[in-house]
């Protein structure tokens, strides 16, 4: 199985145990991640300044993944909304996929309808499938627990992904976390927003918004947080210290993203996932998987 790999602009800098990680699930589900040199910005930061002009990113981007015949696929959520949201436009707006295919023409490129996009995670679920994520497990985390984190865009808008999940009530990131033999422990707030988009606006608010979040897990004494969304790590990781100062809170709630958690029951060890590249650690956790 292949799909066209994305990589967007905030995990390869950012979060690159996400990216490793996730390269070492696909390995152990036989998923061939094939990479596109070509690719650039999906065109989310534009989109509240200049539609159409973050349109044509999107576009660009769908064209070059349109040229391989492969799914798209990206660990980002914001990427993954933006260029489903395009593709779905494209798809059925025609005058506008005519007055992108002009401007693409300037390139060479051209969109053709019917790019599928998925998240990696979406991916995991329906394309994979949970019956052959099972069947590659070869050690068992049970006896650790964790709370999913979905974040905003990984179900919304709920008509770009066409049901695939409750956006009100997810549970496809429970599923993939009991995978592998953890408890998937829901905290009451799995499906609340990190703040991340407030936090160039109001950082108060934003830092308040993290600390229910972060509040929530660390009550009911969980392993760790597990991520999907790169932006959501920036707030709930890399604003974990300063927002447990700014509050006067002992936080300390470990974070990490699903292909982490994946990875270790595929056999993989933590430093082969990246764990030392997890700014809020669980040493146990770590130290229990080499």
């Known amino acids: 199985m292949k799909a066209l790999f994305f990589p967007g602009c905030t995990v390869p800098v950012r979060n690159l145990n996400y990216e490793l990680a996730a390269r070492k699930v696909a390995q152990g589900l036989d998923l061939e991640l094939v990479d596109e040199p070509g690719f650039g910005c999906c065109g989310f930061p534009l989109r509240s300044l200049a539609v159409a002009d973050s349109l044509l990113l ?19 959520s914001a990427c993954a909304g933006t260029l489903a ?17 002009e401007q693409l023409a300037e390139l060479g490129l051209s969109y053709t309808p019917g790019q599928r996009v998925f998240h990696f995670i979406r991916f995991l679920v329906t394309e994979v499938g949970l019956d052959r994520i099972q069947a ?10 964790f709370s999913p ?3 905003c865009h990984y179900l919304k808008p709920s008509q770009i992904s ?6 009100h009530r997810p549970v496809t990131l429970k599923r993939l976390i009991e995978i592998t033999g953890a408890e998937s422990i829901d905290d009451g707030r799995t499906a609340d927003c990190c703040g991340g988009g407030l936090l160039g606006l109001n950082e108060d608010l934003a830092n308040k918004m993290t600390l229910s979040r972060l509040k929530a897990a660390s009550d009911l004494e969980v392993d760790g947080l597990v991520l999907i969304c790169p932006f959501c790590n920036v707030m709930l990781e890399g604003q974990q210290k300063k927002i447990g100062k700014q509050f006067d809170l002992p936080l300390k709630v470990p974070i990490f993203f699903y292909p982490q ?6 056999g993989y060890s933590a430093a082969d996932l990246g764990f030392k590249l997890n700014r809020v650690k669980n040493k146990e956790l770590a130290e229990a998987f080499g």
């Open 85 to 101: 949201e395009a593709a779905h436009t494209l798809d059925h707006d025609v005058l506008t996929r005519r007055q992108i295919n």
């Open 149 to 151: 984190h979905y974040g």
């Open 162 to 167: 066409g049901g695939f999940d409750d956006p």
């Open 136 to 145: 590659k497990v070869v050690r068992s985390l049970k006896g650790w627990r």
């Open 58 to 76: 999107a576009a660009r981007n769908l064209a070059l993944a349109g040229a391989s015949g492969l799914p798209l696929v990206t660990l980002c």
């Open 261 to 266: 958690i994946l990875g270790l029951a595929l």
